[in-house]
C-alpha cells in the first residue's frame, strides 16, 4: 500500500460487523475485546496477541489477515482480545511490575467471561502468539480458565527456551534497563526520540551494529528480543509497508516481564514468578504439574527460523505429548521465524491453513 496505514484501524477486515467490548479485571485495569460478525456460528475463535503487540497484529489491511481469512473459512464470529500487554494501552508504557502470572490469573479469565457472556456455551477456539500463547497457557494450565475447545499456539507455549544471547539478555537487561540506564521500558520508537536524549543514543548504538535494513524500530526490536539480525522475522516474508510500520505494530515493553520469562527459561518450563506472592495462591507453582487432566488439545507452531523461542514448541509437544499421548499436536513452519507466521505476505497461504485444519478438526 502506497498510503499511510493509520496506526489502530479496522480497514483490514471487510463485510463484518465490528463492535468492542470493554471489561474489567479483579485487579483494576481496563481491557476490552473487539468481535468481528458475518453471523452466529458453532465454533467461535478468540485470537491473543503477545508482548508489544495488539489485536492489530490479526487485522493488518496490507495483506490478508488471519481475521479475515477465519471470517471467510465459516468462522463467523471472531473475537480479538487487547490485554494489559497490548500496546492500544498505556500499561506497559509506565513502570509497573506485572507478570505473566497477572495476566494467567486476571487478564484471560475476565476476557472470556465477557466473551461467554454474548456467545453463551458454543464451543471456543483460541489462537494465541508469543507470551499471548505462555500466558493463556498458563491460564489454561492453572485451573484458571476451562471448557476451550482447542488451543493454537505460535513459537513458545509452556517451555520457553532462548538462544544464549537472549539469556543474557533476559538475566542482566532489567536491571541494567531500570537503574543504570534509566529505562523503565524499551520503546522501538527511540529512534524518532529527540537528539541526544537516552532513547535515541540508544538507538543509534544499536543500528550502529545491525546494516541488515535501514529501519531504526527493526533494529532495536532485535535488541529487545531475540538473537539474529533481525530476530522476530525474515525479512523476505514482510510486505514492505509492515516493515516501514513495525514500531506501530510492535510497542513499548516494561522490562519487568522479561525478569518472568528469565526465571521460566532458568527453570525449562512456566513457573510462577513469585510463590511467596498470596495473590496468586489459585494458580500453581508449576503450570506442568497437571499437564495430564487438561484435556484440551494444542496445536504447536514454530518457524524452522525462530530466533526468539528458539526450539520451545518442539520441546513443549514432548513434554505434552508424555502428559497426555496422541492429543496435542506440533507443525513446523519452513522459512518462518517467530512473528511472520502473522505479520508475513504469505502466511495465509503457508500458516492460516494449518490454522483453520486443526480448528475444523476439532469441532467435529
Do not use: Q
Request: glycine share 8%; proline share 5%.
Amino acid at each position: 500500500m502506497s498510503s499511510r496505514i493509520p496506526r489502530f484501524t479496522h480497514e483490514g477486515v471487510k463485510d463484518a460487523e465490528i463492535s468492542v467490548h470493554p471489561f474489567a479485571t479483579e485487579d483494576g485495569l481496563g481491557l476490552s475485546l473487539t468481535r468481528f460478525r458475518r453471523a452466529d456460528c458453532d465454533d467461535v475463535v478468540l485470537v491473543v496477541h503477545g508482548l508489544t503487540l495488539a489485536s492489530d497484529m490479526f487485522i493488518m489491511p496490507e495483506h490478508r489477515n488471519l481475521v479475515t481469512h477465519l471470517l471467510d473459512e465459516g468462522f463467523t464470529d471472531v473475537w480479538a482480545v487487547d490485554f494489559r500487554m497490548s500496546n492500544r494501552f498505556p500499561y506497559d508504557m509506565e513502570t509497573h511490575r506485572f507478570t505473566l502470572d497477572d495476566c494467567a490469573l486476571y487478564d484471560h479469565p475476565a476476557a472470556l467471561a465477557e466473551l461467554r457472556r454474548h456467545v453463551g456455551d458454543r464451543r471456543v477456539h483460541v489462537i494465541a502468539h508469543c507470551l499471548g500463547s505462555v500466558s493463556f497457557m498458563m491460564s489454561l494450565y492453572g485451573g484458571a480458565v476451562d471448557g476451550i475447545a482447542s488451543v493454537v499456539c505460535n513459537s513458545v507455549a509452556l517451555t520457553p527456551r532462548v538462544p544464549l544471547w537472549s539469556r543474557y539478555k533476559l538475566g542482566y537487561g532489567p536491571a541494567l534497563a531500570e537503574y543504570v540506564l534509566g529505562f523503565s521500558f524499551l520503546d522501538p520508537r527511540f529512534g524518532e526520540a529527540p537528539v541526544l536524549t537516552r532513547g535515541w543514543m540508544l538507538s543509534r548504538l544499536l543500528s550502529a551494529f545491525h546494516r541488515e535494513c535501514d529501519v531504526r524500530a527493526c533494529h532495536l526490536l532485535s535488541f529487545m528480543w531475540g538473537s539474529g539480525r533481525p530476530a522476530l522475522y525474515e525479512h523476505r516474508n514482510l510486505d514492505d509497508a509492515t516493515h516501514r510500520r513495525i514500531a506501530d505494530l510492535c510497542g513499548g515493553v516494561g522490562v519487568h516481564y522479561y525478569r518472568h520469562v528469565h526465571k521460566m527459561v532458568e527453570a525449562g518450563r512456566a513457573v510462577k514468578y513469585d510463590g511467596r506472592d498470596r495473590r496468586f495462591t489459585a494458580l500453581p507453582d508449576d503450570y506442568l504439574a497437571a499437564a495430564a487432566d487438561v484435556g484440551t488439545p494444542v496445536l504447536l507452531l514454530t518457524g524452522d527460523r525462530n530466533k526468539v523461542f528458539a526450539d520451545s514448541n518442539i520441546v513443549c509437544h514432548k513434554r505434552l505429548e508424555e502428559a497426555a499421548p496422541g492429543l496435542h499436536e506440533l507443525d513446523m513452519l519452513p522459512g518462518y521465524g517467530h512473528m511472520d507466521p502473522f505479520l508475513g505476505k504469505n502466511a495465509h497461504a503457508d500458516v492460516f491453513p494449518k490454522m483453520v485444519d486443526f480448528i475444523k478438526r476439532k469441532a467435529a
